[in-house]
């Protein structure tokens, strides 16, 4: 048996707190100990694309595309950069999961005192909510523009994902897993597509990967977002807090010998492989999103303040250019309708990990849902009718939530990097000293971004 620091087997924790992470799932993928480097890739590969999901939700594709429209390549550094970060946290959410067996609100929940961990739950509550917001607000819009629905209508129609949910619940996680990478898939080649036609600079591509000053200015043109703004909206898109826990947890459904040093060892190996490679088509996708921004809408950012512009731009020659048809616009409402309902599904399995890690309160997940939706859905239908359906409310909604999530995503880093630094916890598997130092900064970085946004809106407010 391998042992911990404190003398615990690896696995022996899972007993202690009751149930197992997402149990009706947990262990259930069996996972081949020999064979070549693809068949055992393959055979670990599917965590990583429900994660990726999250980090190309329709919150990524206002933040991404309004950072291209309004600063050309600027942000693309940025887009960069918070896919970096967003690798490194992944990789300790994974290794916290198959190492102590425990998803990140258990492991939480287990190691703080009662005050902190409702505090916290909480917290990661408000940032499922948020993310829940800009899924309806995706999704609703994404089936008013292909079909032309009033969008009181739509909105409301995003409550009945609960059956589509139900409804793949009942095919195995494998299933499941395959159709998210179609759906990732399909958002990929339709950005490829649209990149290709737009014909961006390459020389302006290059320069924008190079971090610069003034991505965190906090100035801006007039009517536009300021580039630190928009870069903590990028940055909340793609590293979302639900995502830490969900892979904590999702990673315990392949079948690891977990008393084994070795089977640990090489699980971690392969679980870094197949979301560090997920991870980067989910960048791809963010840099693609900027890009067309870039190409397509610079000079245009005001009047791209929502989907439906955006959506109306690629049939406008004054706009796109020569590209511009329906075809082009019809393509990217499908692509957005796509990763809003991929984003649900996440959403969904890390609603029930949340709850459950944190409360150890289980409730049917259709229940659960219902209920998160119904929480999501409140805002949405009251700014559409308050509005009378201005689009440019629902769209600013996503952009503010987006920030939000910014903002509590330390919350939900401190404690994994806490753990994983953790000898006690990890065992032989702790963090080395670079990876530790390196994800600290990142959430003193973030953190002093975050405060700096919280004391401008208090500045506003009084």
């Known amino acids: 048996m391998v042992k911990t620091a404190d003398n615990q087997p690896h696995g022996a924790l899972l007993t202690q707190g009751g149930t197992k992470s997402l149990e009706q799932v947990n262990g259930t993928i069996a996972v081949p100990t020999t064979g070549s480097f693809w068949r055992r890739l393959f055979a670990f590969s599917g965590p990583g694309a429900l994660i990726a999901v999250g980090y190309m939700g329709p919150g990524n594709w206002v933040t991404s595309v309004q950072g291209g429209a309004s600063y050309h390549y600027l942000l693309l550094s940025v887009v960069l950069i918070s896919a970096l970060i967003g690798m490194l946290l992944q990789f300790m959410a994974g290794k916290l999961g198959l190492v102590t067996q425990e998803d990140l609100a258990q492991a939480t929940a287990k190691r703080t005192n009662r005050p902190i961990r409702y505090f916290l739950w909480f917290i990661t509550e408000l940032a499922l909510i948020a993310t829940d917001i800009a899924e309806v607000v995706g999704g609703a819009i994404a089936l008013s523009l292909l079909f032309g629905w009033p969008l009181i209508l739509t909105v ?31 958002i990929l080649f339709v950005c490829i597509y649209l990149v290709i036609l737009s014909k961006p600079s390459l020389a302006g591509v290059a320069q924008g990967l190079v971090p610069q000053q003034q991505a965190v200015a906090t100035t801006a043109g007039h009517g536009l977002v300021s580039p630190l703004m928009l870069t903590a909206g990028i940055i909340g898109a793609t590293v979302t807090p639900h ?12 079948q690891i010998d ?13 679980m870094a492989w197949d979301s560090n490679l997920q991870l980067f088509l989910a960048f791809i996708v963010n840099a693609l999103l900027l890009i067309v921004g870039a190409a397509l809408f610079y000079g245009h950012a005001n009047e791209l303040a929502s989907f439906k512009e955006m959506y109306l731009a690629l049939q406008n020659r004054q706009i796109a250019g020569a590209i511009a048809s329906p075809i082009l616009s019809t393509l990217f409402a499908f692509a957005l309708l796509a990763s809003g309902q991929n984003s649900t599904i996440t959403g969904t399995l890390a609603g029930e990990i949340i709850m459950e890690g944190f ?10 849902r219902l209920v998160t939706r119904g929480i999501a859905l409140v805002p949405v239908i009251l700014i559409t009718i308050f509005y009378a359906g201005n689009e440019h409310q629902l769209d600013a909604l996503i952009t503010g939530t987006q920030v939000f999530l910014s903002v509590v995503l330390p919350f939900s880093m401190a404690p994994l990097i806490y753990f994983t630094s953790s000898k006690k916890v990890m065992g032989s598997f702790v963090n080395h000293h670079w990876l530790t130092i390196l994800a600290w900064l990142c959430f003193a970085v973030l953190s002093a971004i975050n405060l700096w946004l919280v004391g401008q809106q208090m500045t506003l407010w009084f």
């Open 359 to 368: 409360l150890h309160f289980k409730i049917p997940m259709w229940v659960r």
């Open 258 to 270: 977990c008393s084994d040093k070795e089977a640990v060892g090489d699980a971690i190996k392969w």
């Open 156 to 186: 409301t129609m995003t409550a009945f994902d609960v059956i589509l949910l139900l409804g793949l619940m009942k095919f195995n996680f494998r299933k499941i897993e395959a159709l998210v990478m179609t759906l990732i898939l399909t």
């Open 243 to 254: 995502n830490l826990y969900l892979h904590s947890s999702i990673v315990q459904t392949r």
